[in-house]
């Protein structure tokens, strides 16, 4: 039986649900889009009208049953060619969790959008084939989600159908991720045996496997860790507030308030701080809101610091605590995935926006590519188009940069083309982040 | 409800990775429970992200512009560009494309809105745009959903916007759910949804070139019933017709659609009186109204919870023309 219809006419945990981001990844043609078709299909979040049209798309195609993946998959070029180019983002929600899914794509020349889709994720969730085992591009797929920071993994053996339930094929797969995971360092991986087709142990327990009695994919999304993924490393290594400051509020009768959204750790009116990267150093005098002044702001919310001296802060300035500041710093190492088909090498300059600043950069060398089956750093002078390296970088304006590892947003930036001004490049601050 | 007590003695059912067996607690993960503080709920989380991104995209271009319809979408948008810059005033005019098939209570309410806040209002006319020449006349009662794109590109060429700060939410339509929060547009006006930027973290990176502009989409991760719960929260005023009242209507291709100096039974169709309201406000040639006895917010929460129809679905012609209808506005233009 499926689930009751959205809070069957009764609103679903009033106005204060928590939030889950995750990220479906792995190879092309292992389910991901049907996966999420059936999760919402099963949770009934699709609308009468919704499943009529890809019920009508379906059979246009010539397909025989109605192909859950046109769910996720909108645009037209991936209805024709039965793929996905770019993520899709869903909305889901149960009694008390909304989820905000980001539908992947797998193919190799897709990791930017990729990319862009487990940037923002508390958790990934992994479709494997059962048959074909543990593919080159999933690995990849979960290593730079694992460099990105995602460190709860949902891994589904999906066509366990196909493998009649074996388990042997799930134990194989069981067996392949415990081992990556744990030199991932992830937090916790969960490997479920599923049908994404049928739907079995998607939302509803099977019993074709009854060797099976872990959660279901459903199951392992509500009891995961929700609350932000920007603000659990921060939270984890305990460091301090920061506000990269967005815009400067004139409050009323003179003074001015700094607008930013809280990063790293709450801020508290009496709060010691320092303005980086001038370094001087005064004290949180009120916290404002459009709702008026708040004593505690919490990592997550958009607020303006109203500070006890009269300082020069501008937009790109970061106000942090004093607990363990970020450094300041106008050359440093970096892991980068490159995104742009000209080769990144020693000497080129670009653009780079980190938190709330824009900068001219320079290339100063290129110190290696990370290879996602070694897991190790390999000597090259250049990155081609969607590897993952390591380089040394000096800015124009020195910049309050904390190690990736610690705060997934001042830890982070993007590289823009001076002359096409693309984005091509995703940057985190110091060497890949991986535990071991 | 405390949430933070929730999380704390939620079950956690990660796989040992080590011991590849299913349903084993893993000591590692209690380490990610938040050790103070209240989480924020979901609305706190939209709010903060929305209110960032309006920041970042008034910083980092040079003439931005508010969309409005008049609709509850644009009107939570033009409420948290408001929250975003208070106490000052929205730093950018506020848009609005009239197709000239208005309801007339949403332009009284438009009007009162952006004199509450002390907004500039720019009013582009499709009708303006035909007496041009700029577009073709389909004649008095046809739709003009398709001929806005016309008149928004237009007018954005006009006044030199690089930023045109939109509504839209991904749950709508499937090809808005593949749309990034910052949607580049060359110099036609064009999106290309095969050539979109990568957009991480929070690192929305906002540059155009002269004749580009960028489409901004601080609702993108709302929903339909987000909207409506933050409508109640912030209690957002709106316009009359989204709740409960009489009104004479008729059944054409599916749709419930008001009887104006538009739309006139033809044929065998027949105008009856009904309790209506509408669950979005549109072209009034093309905009269905739903049955409904929905009178407060709450009942269209309650409403909205139950319904199996979605919103575009339920009440919108201009998106049944073919199966990707929204994909080929988006990529002429339009909102």
């Known amino acids: 039986m499926p689930s009751p219809p959205p809070g069957g006419g009764q609103e679903l945990g009033g106005d204060t649900m928590d939030l889950l981001r995750f990220a479906t990844i792995g190879s092309v043609d292992d389910g991901k889009s049907t996966l999420i078709g059936r999760l919402l299909f099963d949770t009934r979040q699709l609308f009468d009208d919704q499943v009529d049209a890809i019920s009508v798309a379906s059979e246009r195609r010539g397909l025989g049953e109605v192909d859950l993946s046109f769910v996720t998959d909108g645009l037209r070029a991936e209805r024709e060619q039965g793929i996905t180019i770019d993520v899709a983002y869903r909305y889901a929600a149960t009694p008390h969790r909304k989820f905000v899914i980001a539908d992947c794509p797998g193919h190799l020349q897709y990791t930017r959008n990729m990319a862009t889709g487990a940037s923002t994720a508390d958790l990934a969730l992994v479709l494997v084939d059962a048959g074909a085992g543990l593919r080159e591009q999933s690995r990849r797929h979960i290593c730079i989600s694992a460099l990105l920071g995602v460190d709860q993994l949902v891994v589904c053996a999906n066509k366990m159908d196909l493998m009649e339930w074996d388990k042997s094929a799930y134990q194989k797969i069981v067996d392949q991720m415990g081992a990556l995971a744990h030199t991932l360092g992830l937090a916790s991986c969960t490997v479920i045996p599923i049908s994404a087709l049928n739907g079995d142990n998607v939302v509803e327990r099977s019993d074709a496997a009854p060797w099976y009695d872990g959660p279901t994919v459903l199951d392992s999304l509500e009891s995961a860790q929700a609350g932000g993924w920007a603000s659990q490393h921060g939270l984890r290594q305990g460091n301090g507030g920061r506000l990269p400051v967005q815009w400067v509020l004139r409050q009323p009768g003179g003074g001015r308030s700094y607008a930013g959204m809280v990063n790293g750790g709450p801020f508290r009116t009496g709060d010691p701080v320092i303005v980086l990267p001038q370094g001087q150093y005064t004290t949180v005098r009120s916290i404002e809101t459009a709702d008026g002044p708040i004593p505690r702001a919490e990592v997550g919310l958009s607020i303006s610091l109203n500070l006890t001296d009269d300082i020069d802060i501008s937009r790109g300035d970061l106000i942090s605590s004093l607990e363990e500041p970020p450094t300041v710093t106008d050359n440093f190492e970096a892991t980068v995935c490159w995104f742009h088909d000209r080769p990144l090498r020693a000497g080129d300059r670009l653009k780079l926006k980190h938190t709330t600043r824009v900068t001219p950069v320079v290339v100063e060398s290129v110190e290696g590519i990370f290879d996602v089956n070694a897991l190790e750093l390999q000597v090259a002078s250049e990155l081609s188009e969607n590897d993952i390296g390591v380089v040394r970088l000096r800015t124009a304006t020195p910049l309050a940069l904390d190690t990736y590892k610690v705060d997934r947003i001042t830890g982070s930036f993007v590289l823009i083309d001076e002359i096409t001004i693309a984005t091509v490049a995703a940057g985190m601050v110091g060497p890949p982040r991986l535990q071991s | ?335």
Do not use: C
Not at chain 2, 149 to 160: F, G
């Open chain 2, 1 to 335: 409800m405390d949430t933070a007590a929730t999380l704390a003695s939620r079950p956690v059912v990660p796989a040992g990775p080590s011991s590849g067996r299913a349903g084993q607690p893993n000591a590692s993960v209690t380490a990610l429970v938040r050790p103070f503080g209240r989480p924020l709920g979901h609305l706190d989380l939209l709010e903060s992200l929305a209110i960032f991104i309006i920041r970042e995209v008034a910083a980092e271009s040079e003439r931005p512009v508010l969309l409005f319809s008049g609709g509850k979408d644009s009107a939570v948008l033009l409420h948290l560009a408001a929250k975003a810059f208070k106490p000052g005033k929205i730093p950018f005019p506020v848009l609005h494309v009239d197709t000239g098939h208005n309801f007339p209570e949403v332009l009284d309410y438009r009007d009162a809105q952006v004199e509450a806040l002390g907004a500039r209002l720019i009013v582009a006319k499709v009708q303006d745009s035909i007496d041009q020449g700029r577009v073709a006349d389909p004649g008095p009662v046809a739709s003009r959903n398709r001929l806005q794109t016309t008149t928004l590109l237009d007018a954005i060429n006009q006044h030199r916007f690089d930023a045109a700060f939109g509504g839209a939410r991904r749950d709508e339509d499937k090809a808005r759910a593949k749309e990034r929060v910052l949607s580049f547009r060359d110099s036609f006006g064009q999106w290309d949804p095969k050539r979109q930027r990568p957009e991480l973290w929070q690192l929305y990176q906002g540059s155009v070139r002269p004749g580009e502009h960028l489409r901004a989409f601080p609702l993108s991760d709302f929903t339909e019933l987000d909207v409506w719960q933050y409508i109640r929260r912030e209690q957002i005023a709106l316009p009359s017709i989204y709740f409960a009242h009489e009104r004479a209507v008729l059944a054409r291709d599916g749709l419930l659609l008001a009887v104006s100096e538009w739309v006139s039974p033809a044929g065998n169709e027949v105008v009856e009186n009904a309790t209506v309201r509408y669950r979005t406000v549109g072209d009034a040639t093309l905009t269905g109204a739903v049955r409904s006895e929905a009178a407060t917010i709450d009942d269209i929460i309650h409403e909205v919870s139950a319904s199996r129809i979605s919103e575009r679905g339920a009440t919108r012609g201009d998106d049944r023309f073919s199966e990707t209808a929204m994909e080929d506005r988006k990529r002429e233009g339009y909102f």
